[in-house]
């Protein structure tokens, strides 16, 4: 995606989803905990979920990524930006 608006705005709406799937899936774990659901079902869930998300981040994301590398969200585990800078390759 060359329209680097365009991708910031695919970024962030795919970030905004991936919260929710996250969020759903949490959901099911702990349905599956209060017996709701079978661990099997919360498995295949996380599973099937765990799949979609590394598809779209292969798909979209990375690719955008390359093209737009100041959108890579900051880590969250540096205090500094010379930690940061370490991290790179």
């Known amino acids: 995606m060359q329209n680097r608006e365009v991708a910031e705005n695919v970024i962030d709406t795919l970030f905004d989803v991936a ?3 996250y969020a759903s899936m949490d959901m099911t774990d702990a349905c599956s905990h209060e ?3 079978s661990k099997e079902e919360a498995d295949a869930y996380r599973t099937a979920l765990m799949n979609l998300l590394e ?3 292969h798909a ?3 690719p955008i990524f ?3 590398p100041d959108l890579r969200p900051t880590c969250c585990c ?3 930006e ?3 800078a370490d991290l790179q390759p």
């Open 19 to 21: 919260e929710k799937l």
């Open 35 to 37: 017996g709701k659901i």
């Open 55 to 57: 598809e779209m981040d």
């Open 60 to 62: 979209i994301v990375s």
């Open 66 to 68: 390359s093209i737009h």
């Open 78 to 80: 540096t205090d500094s």
């Open 82 to 84: 010379e930690d940061e």
